[in-house]
């Protein structure tokens, strides 16, 4: 198990790594936009498009690292008073019930946009530069897919800390963490 739970760790180190260079891509387009259009008078037809679809990718792709090191925001003013196991337990029954399901009806959405888009050639309508969708569904789905893994990796470490038999990932939010601190640990 731990080794398994070890790999998905991996993957979405990786999907982060790729959320990086996405956001360095994002700059990089951002930064040729702003020069093309202010000193050549040249905007771009492509630009807008290269920016929503890399920033979109860029975020669902790290989405599921930042949930390895607790870093979403949580609304936590009443369960940091229980117990860590009870915390531990209720997060179980909030990821079987709440998130997992809800990242399932995302990726079933994302592929069935990718399917659709990849069948039929679609473009974006609104653009100009009509680019296919196709390859942005892919990232998204990509993402879902990674993001769904994690969550589940972390419901299987609240279930080993409700149990008694690991470590909560609650305690990355502990000055410090379990272990010098952070996600890598």
């Known amino acids: 198990m731990n080794s398994c739970l070890s790999a998905i760790d ?24 702003v020069v093309s259009r202010r000193l050549f008078s040249a905007p771009t037809l492509w630009a807008y498009d290269v ?20 870093g979403h925001i949580r609304i936590d003013f009443l369960s940091q008073r229980l117990r860590r196991r009870t915390q531990d337990r209720i997060n179980v029954v909030a990821y079987i019930f709440l998130v997992i399901p809800a990242f399932g009806f995302l990726l079933a959405g994302a592929f069935n946009a990718w399917q659709e888009a990849l069948l039929n050639n679609e473009v974006d ?47 990355l939010l502990e000055p410090g963490g379990p272990d010098g601190g952070g996600p890598h640990g």
């Open 125 to 171: 309508p609104a653009s100009p530069w009509k680019p296919l969708l196709w390859p942005f569904y892919a990232g998204l789905v990509l993402g879902f897919a990674g993001l769904i893994l994690q969550a589940a990796a972390q419901c299987i470490r609240h279930a080993r800390a409700a149990f008694g038999t690991g470590l909560s990932p609650l305690a």
């Open 51 to 70: 920016a929503y679809m890399v920033n979109g990718v860029a975020f669902v792709f790290g989405a599921g690292y930042t949930l390895r090191g607790e």
């Open 10 to 33: 991996r993957f979405g180190r990786l999907l982060a790594a790729a959320a990086m260079a996405c956001l360095l891509v994002l700059i990089g387009d951002m930064v040729y936009e």
